[in-house]
């Protein structure tokens, strides 16, 4: 009996713990898609939060600019206007994807007055444009474009004490910018890559890429 009442009492307490965190739904939405696809195409109902992807470091490395190559007030403008059909709706800006040069994260991550420069100017960016948040794609620390003798073996801590400056920024920001990050999902390369601890601390949360587990190029159809 006593261990019948404690198994419920778990589950009770498991049940509220699930219950007070919000799933998640975060839907990518790239500033080059084919196909002439519009913001205003999104179905928000799906989606709590949406990424616009993608943004990418200036040339000195010290803040971001829109990949279409000037800043497009007229998309973001279109885009936050989605949160009149979901109110909840957070819009947040994408840093990097596939086709950023690793170097260029490197040699922020690396760099205690580059990572200061490009957290003092990223913000007022953000709160131009009325993101709610920033998001960073590095493929990936180390592991350059899955190279894992490409990168420097520095990336993994100091990404880690990147985001956390970057998370001690936003939380003296009135409203509060979110910081979160895209990696990698397989551990042969995570486990070189990401410090868990570190970015487990710092980031609000984590969208891992399952998608590369079954990759265009397969023969079979997998799960992700």
Same mark, same amino acid.
């Given at each position: 009996?006593?261990?019948?009442a404690?198994?419920?009492l778990?589950?009770?307490?498991?049940?509220?713990?699930?219950?007070a965190?919000?799933p998640?739904?975060?839907?990518?939405?790239?500033?080059?898609?084919?196909?002439?696809?519009?913001?205003?195409?999104?179905?928000?109902?799906?989606?709590?939060?949406?990424?616009?992807?993608? @943004?990418?470091?200036?040339?000195?490395n010290?803040?971001?600019?829109?990949?279409?190559?000037s800043?497009?007030?007229?998309?973001?403008?279109?885009?936050l206007?989605?949160?009149?059909?979901?109110?909840?709706?957070?819009?947040?800006?994408?840093?990097?994807?596939?086709?950023?040069?690793?170097?260029?994260?490197?040699?922020?991550?690396?760099?205690?007055?580059?990572?200061?420069?490009?957290?003092?100017?990223?913000?007022?960016?953000?709160?131009k444009?009325?993101?709610?948040?920033?998001?960073?794609d590095?493929?990936?620390?180390?592991?350059?474009?899955?190279?894992?003798?490409?990168?420097?073996?520095?990336?993994?801590?100091?990404?880690?004490?990147?985001?956390?400056?970057i998370?001690?920024?936003?939380?003296?920001?009135?409203?509060?910018?979110?910081?979160?990050?895209?990696?990698?999902?397989?551990?042969?390369? +995570?486990?070189?890559?990401?410090?868990?601890?570190?970015?487990?601390?710092?980031?609000?949360?984590v969208?891992?890429?399952?998608?590369?587990?079954?990759?265009?190029? +397969?023969?079979?159809t997998? @799960?992700h």
């Open positions: 009996m006593r261990l019948q404690l198994s419920i778990v589950a009770i307490q498991l049940h509220g713990i699930w219950c965190t919000k998640r739904v975060i839907c990518y939405w790239a500033n080059n898609l084919p196909g002439g696809s519009q913001p205003e195409d999104i179905d928000v109902t799906l989606c709590t939060h949406i990424h616009y992807a993608f @943004h990418v470091m200036d040339a000195e010290t803040t971001i600019v829109d990949g279409r190559g800043p497009q007030p007229d998309t973001y403008n279109r885009l206007a989605l949160k009149q059909r979901n109110p909840d709706l957070q819009v947040v800006v994408s840093v990097g994807g596939w086709g950023h040069p690793d170097i260029k994260f490197s040699r922020v991550v690396n760099s205690a007055d580059l990572r200061r420069k490009f957290i003092a100017n990223v913000i007022p960016y953000i709160q444009y009325k993101f709610d948040g920033l998001d960073l590095w493929e990936y620390p180390v592991c350059w474009t899955g190279n894992c003798t490409a990168g420097p073996k520095s990336d993994r801590p100091n990404f880690g004490i990147f985001v956390k400056e998370r001690e920024a936003f939380n003296r920001l009135t409203p509060r910018l979110t910081i979160s990050a895209a990696v990698v999902a397989g551990y042969e390369i +995570a486990d070189i890559a990401m410090d868990y601890k570190a970015i487990g601390e710092a980031l609000d949360y969208n891992i890429m399952t998608y590369d587990l079954a990759p265009v190029t +397969a023969l079979k997998a @799960h």
